[in-house]
């Protein structure tokens, strides 16, 4: 019998493509994916830490498989990634039920700790490291489309934002060697896909050095860039703090890099973002918002927000609605502040702001952000934009479905055209997450 891997990801775009990581140094080992989750040998959960409701739903699924373990005895679990990393040995704990817990930069040892599992011992290797990228490792795609996929270009945080986990369970900061990224996106292409996104915490801080050459962010997007105009690629996540002009520049000479930019703003109010130890201030977050709009008119703009940080008054609260309504953000990921353990937030400061307050604050933002983005989808009716087709809209077989440089989702009428194509879509109605149009 094969040996069969499943494995859950949870959290963020770097855990999907660690996923694929993972799932390339399991099949030299012998295993195969699957996708049926009662066919495994060998469950792998891909976790994440980053507010305690993620690491919740982890223990929920854990409880799911207690069942699966009972009818079959020699089913092995691990759980990956940032909760293995924070939690280590109290996971092995949980009712006897967890065999393997190994930590972002050690899935190298995964088929040898696996192999202690499968000789019935307890396996677990949580060490970061200063070095490990990854780089010479291919993943294998598990991706639904053929037409999008991530791309790792560095690993870690060297941020210390107060409230944040990452730093504590991804290690050190580290980029990775810029000719495997770039033999990994040919390779993507030559595969068909037509759209990768450069991942890493911090985007604008890569820096691969060489003897006396260094490589930027700028330099590494534009060497992406060129690998074939007909391949898209998006980057995540940039800081407020390091995005440069020289970036923005890039960005405007490329036509297939695509014009939409996730740059988290947290707070608008510089006192909070200076307890955030976020190194920018309110009218740092504006000036860089009027550089893209200048650089980059037709760029799209997300951001994450945090509601309720540690001494959050009304008035803080306040300037982040206004500096959302300013910014006119096409999308926002809002969130209440959760204490995480460890953080500097976590020892520094109280935890003050109610909990209903935070989710008055947070139900106040979120109506701003639908109302501002409803009004910006309104501007894009009878706009055109080229999209690239990634395949048969969800909702209906009669339709495709594909997303536009600036990340929107535009659904038309079928028709002769087919994934990984390109389409030139004029807009005619909106609903409140995707574009409708047709084919010109
Ligand atoms: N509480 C709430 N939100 C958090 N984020 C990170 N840490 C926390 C926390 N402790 C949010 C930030 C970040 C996004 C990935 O998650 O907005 O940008
Ligand atoms: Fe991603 Fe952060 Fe969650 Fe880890 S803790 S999976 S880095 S979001």
Known sequence: MPKRVYIETYGCQMNV??????????????????????????????????RDNAEQRIWGRLE????????????KIGIIGCMAERLKEKLLEKDQLVDIVVGPDAYRELPSLVAEAEAGHKAVNVLLSREETYADISPVRMDKNGVSSFVSIMRGCNNMCAYCVVPYVRGAERSRNHESIISEVKELFDNGYRDVTLLGQNVDSYKWEEGQSVVGFPE??????LVDPLLR?????SHPKDISDELLHTMARHNNICKHIHLPAQSGSSRILKLMNREYSREWYMERVKAIRTILPECALSTDMITGFCTESEEDHKESLSLMEWAGFDFAYMFKYNERPGTRAARKFKDDVPEEIKSARLSEMIALQNKNSAKLKKNDIGMIFDVLIEGISKRSAEYLSGRTSQNKVVVFPRNELSKGCYARILIERTTSATLIGRSI
Do not use: W
């Not at 660690?18 to 994916?33: C, Q, R």
């Not at 996708?35 to 040998?41: L, P, T």
């Not at 799911?64 to 089913?75: A, G, I, M, S, Y």
């Open 64 to 75: 799911v498989f207690k069942h699966l373990k009972k009818k079959k005895r020699d089913l």
């Open 220 to 225: 590494l997007l534009q060497k992406v860039a």
């Open 233 to 237: 690629v998006r980057f995540s996540t």
């Open 17 to 50: 493509a660690d996923s694929e990581v993972v799932m390339s140094i399991l099949s030299k080992a012998g295993y195969t994916p699957t996708s049926e989750i009662n066919d495994a040998g060998l469950i792998l959960i891909n976790t994440c830490s980053i």
